[in-house]
T-cell receptor, first 112, second 115 residues
Framework: GDSVTQMEGPVTLSEEAFLTINCTYTATGYPSLFWYVQYPGEGLQLLLKATKADDKGSNKGFEATYRKETTSFHLEKGSVQVSDSAVYFCALSVNQGGKLIFGQGTELSVKP | NAGVMQNPRHLVRRRGQEARLRCSPMKGHSHVYWYRQLPEEGLKFMVYLQKENIIDESGMPKERFSAEFPKEGPSILRIQQVVRGDSAAYFC?????????????FGAGTRLSVL
């Protein structure tokens, strides 16, 4: 079945370090791919998305490129801040309007 | 435009009681989704509803769980005869009609604790 696998956390970085959170997927169709962020005690917020191969989603300095050949959607940021500390979820949707399938989440902690 | 509203934020129930979780979608949104997040796990899809219709309930446990989204009022996720394993955060999401409906907007969640 369809699934998403993320790198395990927690990931601990110093402020201004480079961030990569790996995400790979398995899907029978042509999924849309998403990154969501969850701050402590809050719901999920959409960070960025890509709907077809080679699309690059970007927002707030974060980027991810939809790689069909490697079935990946890795999240990157060139210089993290303490305020980026949160749990990041990679997700896919196969059918437009249908359910989201989430990875297990990766906790990021950024130290000053 | 208010976001997705869930209440209560925290709910404590004893084993065997009923839990009712409410979700008001964003204005103009006609699709509602419920997800469950168990401790140390990602979110798992439970059910997808449109007004007065269940579209996909493939993630709902077969017993004790039900969901509705009436013509008027919020969507309700109902858990009967709760057990300790039901303790989790339950998130509701909504999306608008049309081609962008696969973007889902999440509420802050209801954290259910079963004693």
């Amino acid at each position: 079945g369809d699934s998403v696998t993320q790198m395990e956390g927690p990931v601990t970085l110093s402020e201004e370090a480079f961030l990569t959170i790996n995400c790979t997927y398995t899907a029978t169709g042509y999924p849309s791919l998403f990154w969501y962020v969850q701050y402590p005690g809050e719901g999920l917020q959409l960070l960025l998305k890509a709907t077809k191969a080679d699309d690059k989603g970007s927002n707030k300095g974060f980027e991810a490129t939809y790689r069909k050949e490697t079935t990946s959607f890795h999240l990157e940021k060139g210089s993290v801040q303490v305020s980026d500390s949160a749990v990041y979820f990679c997700a896919l949707s196969v059918n437009q309007g249908g359910k989201l399938i989430f990875g297990q989440g990766t906790e990021l902690s950024v130290k000053p | 435009n208010a976001g997705v509203m869930q209440n209560p934020r925290h709910l404590v129930r004893r084993r065997g009681q009923e839990a009712r979780l409410r979700c008001s979608p964003m204005k103009g949104h006609s699709h509602v989704y419920w997800y469950r997040q168990l401790p140390e796990e990602g979110l798992k899809f439970m059910v997808y509803l449109q007004k007065e219709n269940i579209i996909d309930e493939s993630g709902m446990p077969k017993e004790r769980f039900s969901a509705e989204f009436p013509k008027e009022g919020p969507s309700i996720l109902r858990i009967q005869q709760v057990v300790r394993g039901d303790s989790a955060a339950y998130f509701c999401a909504s999306s608008p009609p049309g081609t962008t409906k696969n973007i889902q907007y999440f509420g802050a969640g209801t954290r259910l604790s079963v004693l």
